[in-house]
């Protein structure tokens, strides 16, 4: 296995879906080259892409469908995460099986378990497969930077880690210091503490592809030393992130929303159940937009 070191900007990709339901792969094809024409050095399906909503025909069609677009322009990171090891490893496998560049696994289903049953999940994923893991800690499915260390050091599978569970600053922090080098990571909440994570460490971002572009150019700007015109950049977006932040699948319709606004998406449905927003939340974030010059 090479475990090669995925760092910089890795987006979170949206699906877009009709008003039934289907997924629409012309929409998938402009958001990844909407993605790659930003300059990302990755790409990625996680929990933000609704994979939990598809059925097992329909999550390999999307992961084939990206990994052929992709065409290994640049490393392809497939969520594969289960509330049992057993789904978990055959996830994993399926998306090797597909040419997937790197499984990320968060321990859904583990909350409140012991430390040592987490790690013997993942150590047991691990030896079943035989491809890169990327450990992702978030809320609701926290790995304790003492156990990323640990993990690090049990398996060579182990070199990357999605780090959310709030508050993420000290919590790089605080990785960084246990695991040394041995762990690359990166951040997530779509960038919500990016210069912060930054400052302490973080090699990359995970985010919702909506600002990708926007963020690429901070972490450029901020990679090359202009840290303080960086950090003002991204700050003039916070309130927008905010709004693809809302609970009870009002974040999809958002960040959906605001791809459509902006000529990649020809659709802002999310599969449901997803709450839908009001009227005026629809008009804030087209306001915004035009403010921000996204539009």
Sequence with gaps: MVNKRVTGIVPILQLSFDEGGAVLYGDLEAE????????????????????NKLSDIERDQVISAVIKHVNGRVPTVISTSGPS????????????????????????????????????????????????????????????????????????????AKVETLPTPPRFADAKRLA??????LGGVNGAFLIEEMNRGSEGAMASIALIDVLCEVWEGYRSGETGAAA???????????????????????????????????????????????ETAFREVREMCERLGLI
């Design 32 to 51: 990844i080259d909407f993605a790659l024409n930003a300059g990302v050095h990755g790409i990625a399906l996680g929990v933000a892409s609704e994979l």
């Design 232 to 278: 003002e950049r991204w700050e003039r977006h916070t309130h927008l992130i905010e709004m693809y932040r809302y609970g009870q699948g009002m974040n999809y319709w958002m960040a959906k929303e605001i791809l459509r606004l902006r000529g990649v998406f020809t659709s802002a449905f999310p599969r449901l159940p997803a709450h839908k927003p009001d």
């Design 85 to 160: 090891t057993a789904l978990t490893i055959s996830r994993s496998h399926r998306a090797l099986e597909l040419g997937g560049s790197m499984a990320m696994i968060s321990p859904d289903g583990f909350g409140g378990f012991p430390a040592e049953d987490v790690r013997r999940h993942y150590n047991a994923v691990a030896e079943a497969i035989d491809i890169p893991i990327m450990l992702q800690d978030r809320t609701g499915a926290s790995i304790a930077p003492t156990l990323m260390a640990q993990l690090a050091d049990d398996h060579e599978s182990f070199r990357h």
């Design 180 to 185: 040394g080098d041995s762990l690359t990571l």
